[in-house]
Every structure is written in C-alpha cells, then in structure tokens.
C-alpha cells in the first residue's frame, strides 16, 4: 500500500472513529468538516484519467503549486513499470517532474524563480510494488517559487500539457489574497488566470 493510499486509510479510519464520536457526543457536521486535513479539501479530488487536480496558494512573495496526477495520464499504467519500454517512459516522466520550471511558466514580469519541488512518484521509482487495492495510484508534485514582482502575476501557463499527452484538463483550486477561485484549464487553453 502506498503512502498516499495509508494516508487515505489513516483518514477514513479517523473520520469512521469521529463519525461514531459525533453520534454519541452530537458533534456539528461543520466542526467534522473542520476536523478534516486541509489537503483533502484542497487538492483532493476524484481520480479520473486525463484529469489533474492542482492546488495554488499565493502568500506574500511565495506561490506554491500542488499537482496531483494520476499515474495513467503520466505513463499510461498505474504500477511499477514491467517492461524496458514502461521503465523508460517512467524514467522520462521523472525526468520531466523533476524539471518543475519545464512544466509550468508563470508570467515573467512576476520574476518567479523555483526555489524548491518535492516529488512523490508513487509506483513509478524505486522496487517493485504491488498495485494499490484499487488498482489506482497518483503522483504529487509540490513546487515553491518565490516571485520578486508578485503584483505582476497574473497568469501561470501550464506547459505539463506538453509534457504529457494524456493530460485532457486541469482542475484547479486557487487561494490568493485577493481571493478564491476554481477553474478548469483545458490542452487547448493551457493557461491558469489568477483572481484579479
Ligand atoms: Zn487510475
């Protein structure tokens, strides 16, 4: 079972626990929702291929981007890779995850440089692993970038559409301090627009 997948399990189990809690002490739904992980709310969504889910958080001179993609639409299979041909097409994915500037353009008047990106490949690296249960697995890529014209920043171009053929659409969740958004960036589009 992946990191992810016990993550999920440690949540429904907690959730489980406190829903039976609710039931005996009568604990509001809101007070349950605000118990649940902020990620969840965030970037947590439907698995579906073709679909990436992506969180951003604007913050003083800080943008932080959080992708959640699922293995499918990265490689074309949900496991360790078998064959030379999906060892190779793992490792080329990896190389273009681990090049986060190749895979998202913010605007350049806001000077953003990428100052750190944490992968986690899911069953793409390392010994091989059996499937999770569900037979379903994502790869989360997190990027921090510091922007020294944050004003300036009104769009991030989403070249990983380039990088990944499979991509269809992205579903994105955007918190600044001018507010809160969602929007939906199509292959066609390419380009997420920031609340203004
Ligand atoms: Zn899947």
């Keep these: 079972m992946s990191t992810r997948a016990q993550a999920r399990t440690l949540v429904a189990m907690t959730l489980t626990g406190l829903m ?27 698995h579906t291929h073709g679909v990436a889910h992506l969180s951003v958080t604007v913050e003083a001179t800080q943008l932080r981007l959080e992708f959640e993609l699922p293995l499918d639409t990265l490689v074309g299979f949900e496991r360790a890779p078998r064959t030379e041909a999906e060892r190779e097409s793992a490792r080329a994915a990896l190389a273009r995850l681990r090049e986060p500037s190749s895979l998202i353009k913010p605007d350049a008047g806001a000077q953003c440089r990428v100052i750190g990106s944490e992968l986690d490949p899911s069953l793409l690296e390392g010994p091989a692993r059996p499937a999770a249960a569900q037979g379903h697995a994502d790869a989360t890529l997190t990027v921090q970038l510091e922007c020294a014209q944050m004003a300036q920043l009104r769009t991030v171009e989403l070249l ?17 301090p ?18 203004k």
């Design 178 to 195: 001018k507010g809160q958004a969602k929007a939906t960036v199509k292959r066609a589009a390419k380009t997420l627009r920031l609340p």
């Design 20 to 46: 039976h809690w609710r039931r005996v002490a009568g604990l509001s739904s809101l007070a349950l929702l605000s118990l649940m992980p902020a990620h969840s709310a965030l970037a947590g969504g439907a």
């Design 160 to 176: 990983l559409f380039d990088a990944f053929r499979r991509l269809e659409r992205v579903e994105a969740q955007v918190v600044t």
